[in-house]
């Protein structure tokens, strides 16, 4: 787990030597902080994170993040540019980190950490059909190897650096939905998380009210594909039997893998079978091979 010092030597070069204390979780929600956990105090549409920092050291949190000053009696270190705090001397816990941007640490601290571990990192995206399929890659690369991924749908700007900070030396694989609303958002969480595969769905119009026309998703989705790294270590996994998606294996020289119903992808599923509340039934086709296989998944 990331400890104290290494968000200090992060944020400010400095890893004193009384900052070994591990932080538990990271969140912005001070409800639900637990004991030894960073709150992040951010500034939202209706409510500020700063408000709410006594809150969260109540409920269990030793530090926080914050941009701007908050209650006098709430102890801070100054992690800001030219900030002169004794550092030789520990701060009793808890207290605040106060940093120019709170956003902007929490991520560059995300990147950071995630760049000093040896992870390999999966990247999935897609208008439909992402949290299914990382919670399935999950499931399968847990058999075998230390996984993390990122809870619900915490897929953003935010919920994503949060997931880094969750990651530990321990950690062999981390599985990560992506979400898009914006040109270079995808590619701004590459280029925090440094995927090495990369996992395409399916291109549709969901939000396409924020995020534009099909044509502007699937350039924005393609984001993730031209992020990896090439061959061997970089893999795009793309959907053949979309168009949209199928086409974005001009634009990495990552190693492609095509996966559909197609019999012209890699891997491909024939004999499609709904089973009501049971799931569904198919065959699977790999390299001449073929087996049968039956999942609880309904749809």
Known sequence: MITLGVVLEILIGRNPHWADQIITDV?????????????VALKGESADGHDYVLDAFEHGAS????????????????CRPGAKDDLDQAVEIP????VDNSLEALQQVAGEWRRKLNIRVIGITGSVGKSTTKELTTTVLKQRYRTLKNPGNLNNEIGLPMTLWRL??????AVLEM???????IKFLCDLAQPQVGVVTTIGTVHAERAGSIEDIARGKAELIQ????????IAILNYDDELVRAMADQTKARIFYYGLSSEAD???DQVEGLGLEGIKCRLNYRGESIYLKVPLIG
């Open 27 to 39: 969140g912005i929600d001070s409800r639900i902080m637990i004991p030894g956990s960073m709150f």
């Open 179 to 185: 979400g898009f609303y914006m040109p270079g958002e």
């Open 168 to 173: 530990s030396e321990g950690h062999q694989k």
């Open 95 to 98: 207290f605040c980190l106060l």
């Open 227 to 234: 992020a990896l790294p090439p061959a061997p270590e970089g």
């Open 267 to 269: 891997l491909w599923a």
């Open 63 to 78: 530090f926080a993040l914050i941009d701007h000053p908050v209650d006098s009696k709430i102890r801070v270190l100054d």
